[in-house]
């Protein structure tokens, strides 16, 4: 498997602006989870799913913020509009959450956002 | 709330010797513990996880963790690092296990290796 894919990689962008990130779980995966890295804070949950249905979001920052998942293969987080201080690394990882599995989260190589 | 706390910001370690990362934890009940290694510009890998039994935990890269439920501990070791080892370390602790709630992670310690 290819694990944990996002895109892009990088992105920068003005102030204002609609900013989307994307991610593809491992294959057979039933959760996922966005997660969000910066200096102050930094590692911190902002929503889960499990099987496409959002679990917890009580970790999305503000309205701005907004995250689906359309079917089990791919998930997507909508900043609008994205603000400087939402410059951050944006992780995606999934998980096998049902007993019998080693409940390890995987994680890809994140997406680097930087508003200006 | 549960909550992480990694006291060490940085480490600075020669190579070959011996290595400890500290890692308290806050929650109140049975923790579900983890050790992951971040290197630059990568997402984070798993060293090792802490469910129950052996409170002495073998994980890659010839890593391993004791967990000390009296002192809500779970510190990271290693006997003899290399350069490679040089990277962020984060511990984290979840309610179920990982697999099927988010983690709390610590704010990391950050490695680094003297030749």
């Known amino acids: 498997d290819a694990g944990v894919i996002q895109s892009p990689r990088h992105e920068v962008t003005e102030m204002g602006q609609e900013v989307t990130l994307r991610c593809k779980p491992i294959?057979?995966?039933?959760?996922l989870f966005w997660y969000r890295q910066t200096m102050m804070r930094g590692l911190e949950l902002l929503i889960y799913f499990n099987n496409n249905v959002p679990i917890d979001d009580s970790g999305m920052p503000e309205d701005r913020f907004s995250a689906k998942m359309p079917n089990a293969s791919f998930s997507t987080l909508k900043i609008q509009p994205s603000e400087p201080r939402d410059s951050a690394v944006y992780f995606c990882?999934?998980?096998?959450?049902?007993?019998?599995?080693?409940?390890?989260?995987?994680f890809g190589p994140g997406t680097r956002l930087t508003v200006t | 709330a549960q909550s992480v706390t990694q006291p060490d910001i940085h480490i600075t370690v020669s190579e070959g010797a011996s290595l400890e990362l500290r890692c308290n934890y806050s929650y109140g009940a049975t923790p579900y513990l983890f050790w992951y290694v971040q290197s630059p510009g990568q997402g984070l890998q798993l060293l090792l996880k802490?469910?129950?039994?052996?409170?002495l935990v073998q994980g890659i890269k010839g890593f391993e963790a004791e967990f000390k439920r009296s002192q809500s501990s779970f510190n990271l070791r290693k006997p003899s690092v290399h350069w490679s080892d040089a990277a962020e370390y984060f511990c984290a602790v979840s309610y179920s296990g990982g697999g099927a709630d988010g983690l709390t992670f610590g704010k990391g310690t950050h490695l680094i290796i003297q030749p």
């Open positions: 294959s057979g995966h039933d959760y």
């Open positions: 802490y469910f129950s039994g052996d409170t």
């Open positions: 990882a999934s998980s096998h959450g049902t007993s019998g599995y080693s409940y390890e989260q995987y």
